[in-house]
């Protein structure tokens, strides 16, 4: 259950009949815990999912991959799990809403808007931040689909006064659609009926002597998926850092 210190879960121990209170929600309670109006929060179980909404923020346990992730923009006021469909009820617009499947038509899209996807790495350095590099090519793959793309932009040090605060830089962007006549369009015309992910090699923009960097893969186009994996970098080392 959601506390002010955290969300915390019962679970058995050597004990028989004895439960134990454990905090489940460290990786995520730097931003649960700025949210207000706790006693407004709502809840559902679905899908080897544990869901917390507050302030439009859902906050989402997948038990299978014991991760987190955050879904915004959701109203919800009550959630309902019927006919192996998620449900939410909005006090805020008087609606239902129901949560699409992956089989669903028009996936990508929250109410008929684009959804704003978006992830990122964590701040890279190579060998402990000991030495400037200059950052070659970039190589991941993106997960195709009916209509998928992603867009890549590169962080680092002395794109800006502070590296938390720097400049974004954009590098490139890739596509990798599917034919399906549900999603025709000419303007993203392709014979791929190929369902493997698609491998992408991007040159990086003369980001050189940077010792901290990070990465980041967007995409808020609508009906459009984005999915990253298999991410390289190569690099090349330009000298030690210096005291």
């Not at 439009?56 to 799990?81: G, H, K, M, R």
């Not at 809403?97 to 990508?108: C, G, H, Q, T």
Request: net charge neutral; hydrophobic share 35%.
């Amino acid at each position: 259950g959601l506390t002010e210190k955290g969300v915390y879960s019962l679970v058995g121990s050597s004990v028989r009949d004895e439960r134990n209170v454990q905090h489940i929600s460290k990786r995520i309670d730097p931003k649960l815990l700025k949210e207000l109006n706790y006693k407004d929060a709502t809840s559902f179980d679905y899908d080897n999912k544990y869901g917390i909404c507050i302030n439009n923020n859902v906050y989402v346990l997948d038990y299978n991959l014991n991760e987190w992730y955050q879904w915004t923009d959701i109203p919800a006021s009550c959630f309902l799990n019927h006919d192996n469909y998620l449900y939410f009820g909005s006090n805020e617009k008087g609606l239902i809403y129901r949560f699409k499947k992956s089989n669903d038509m028009d996936l990508y899209s929250n109410d008929g808007k684009a959804i704003d996807a978006e992830w990122n790495s964590k701040i890279i350095s190579v060998l402990n931040g000991t030495w400037q590099i200059s950052i070659d090519r970039i190589n991941f793959t993106l997960k195709p689909g009916h209509l998928a793309s992603a867009d890549l932009y590169i962080e680092t040090d002395r794109t800006g006064r502070r590296l938390l605060k720097a400049n974004i830089t954009d590098v490139n962007s890739i596509r990798v659609d599917l034919f399906d006549f549900n999603t025709f369009s000419f303007d993203n015309f392709t014979f791929d009926l190929s369902s493997f992910p698609k491998s992408a090699a991007l040159k990086a923009k003369e980001e050189k002597k940077i010792v901290y960097f990070n990465l980041t893969w967007k995409n808020d186009r609508l009906n459009e998926g984005m999915g990253i994996s298999n991410i390289s970098i190569k690099w090349n080392p330009v000298r030690e850092v210096r005291k």
